[in-house]
């Protein structure tokens, strides 16, 4: 739906500054549109820059009153609140940008094609992309991405939203650089709103969740060297059951471990701490393998998420992590994810 010439407002109150912006920051990191506003009444006036680390000039505004004179096409949701619904006040200013004539990308629970007053005042020409969608024609899954020549990386991580979307975008860009074939696999609302193809994995049902990833894997598998397959929450975290299927759908040849710099305890989860790496890679390899049923994949490398450090105390960081793992490490983002993909193709 979205088009190159399209302008985006980033809908992020409070994304900015807190912990419910993962779409709008990688929205703001990596989309080739152009985007000619921010939308987040606690940071307006604010640099992007100083905020976030991504060096992309972009005004903060309070509303989406303020970002209408802009001249954006699309308002494009980048934050996702507790309970996947926006608060009503911030509902309201989504129903405002649709009567302004705004398309509107939206990727939360919330079906907004089928809210009455928003689809009465769908602009000619206008759309509203409700992204979070169960594909039709699902299965359940086969193992059959196993016979697939490719291979097929999954990112896996210590715990949700620490990057393993921005890691499979930075190992995909990278193989490309070096000539392979590479594609990657979106699995979230932000891979796909990127342009991506692929599934919202959290929009089907468990049954036909592997069978989803599977189908994914299968229509792009015989036409590439390597697949990379974006990770979904953890087999660590107590409220996360994405990762089981990833595996089981992808048969992954390769899996890259994301971990972020720091984090002991399981985010918003305190009692639950971070086993030592060497562990939490015996884990995925061990559930992967599933005893040996499948396929013996092994974790090739780590990548470390170093936001918030120096690039001294970066560096330190991803020294330790690769002296304890025995596997190379990188910030993918900020150093590159090329020591990653010599693992992945040696």
């Not at 090739?300 to 020294?319: D, W, Y």
Request: proline share 5%; net charge negative; with cysteine.
């Amino acid at each position: 739906m979205l088009k190159p010439d399209d302008r985006l407002a980033i809908f992020l109150h409070n994304g900015l500054k807190g912990g419910k912006g993962k779409t709008g920051i990688s929205l703001l990191r990596y989309s080739p549109n152009e985007i000619v506003a921010v939308i987040d009444e606690t940071a307006v006036g604010e640099s992007v820059m100083a905020l976030t680390g991504i060096d992309r000039e972009v005004p903060v505004v309070r509303s989406v009153e303020e970002a209408i004179s802009l001249n954006p096409t699309v308002l494009a949701i980048g934050l996702a609140p507790s309970g996947g619904t926006l608060p009503e006040p911030w509902y309201a200013e989504v129903k405002r940008a649709v009567k302004a004539g705004l398309s509107v990308m939206n990727g939360l629970h919330t079906q907004m094609n089928e809210d009455p007053e928003i689809r009465a005042n769908i602009q000619p020409g206008r759309w509203i992309w409700d992204i979070r969608q169960e594909p039709e024609g699902l299965g359940i899954g086969g193992g059959r991405a196993r016979l697939l020549g490719c291979d097929r990386v999954l990112t896996v991580g210590t715990d949700m939203a620490i990057g393993k979307m921005s890691t499979s975008i930075e190992l995909t860009k990278a193989s490309k650089a070096q000539g392979l074939a590479a594609k990657m696999i979106a699995t979230g609302q932000t891979g796909l709103m990127l342009g991506e193809d692929g599934i919202a994995l959290d929009a089907v049902r468990v049954d036909y969740a592997a069978g989803a990833v599977e189908q994914s894997v299968l229509r792009h598998g015989k036409d590439s060297d390597i697949l990379f397959v974006e990770g979904q929450g953890s087999l660590l975290n107590p409220g996360s059951t994405a990762t089981l299927p990833l595996l089981r759908g992808t048969q992954p040849t390769h899996l890259i471990l994301v971990h972020k710099a720091n984090l002991t305890h399981i985010q918003h989860f305190p009692n639950f701490q971070i086993p030592p790496l060497t562990k939490v890679i015996e884990l995925y390899e061990s559930v992967a393998s599933a005893g040996g049923i499948f396929s013996k994949t092994p974790v090739v490398g780590i990548a470390l998420n170093t936001f918030g450090l120096n690039e001294k105390e970066a560096q330190r960081a991803i020294s330790d992590v690769s002296a304890e793992t025995g596997l190379p490490c990188t910030d993918v983002v900020r150093f590159g994810a090329e020591p990653l993909i010599t693992q992945i193709v040696e």
